[in-house]
């Protein structure tokens, strides 16, 4: 899919495993490909996005975001 400036990005929803202390949690995440610097040298595709709470768990609230760096191992 591509994300509204034009990149290349990917959604995905991430669960939480039935019968385990994860069952119902629910999180968002959006990402993009990381710039590659033309003179880079041994750049590594690399993924940075947000991830969201999407339904509030135990104490936690819907609603929390935060940053993610995922890198491609060798």
């Known amino acids: 899919m591509a994300g509204d400036t034009g990149q290349p990005a990917v959604k995905i929803v991430g669960t939480g495993r039935w019968n385990t202390n994860t069952a119902n949690w629910e999180y968002d995440n959006e990402a993009r490909l990381a710039y590659r610097w033309p003179n880079g ?17 135990g104490d936690s609230p819907a609603g929390v975001v935060a940053s993610f760096i995922t890198v491609k191992q060798p």
């Open 41 to 57: 040298v041994k750049q590594v595709p690399t993924l940075v996005g947000s991830v969201i709470r999407a339904k509030p768990h």
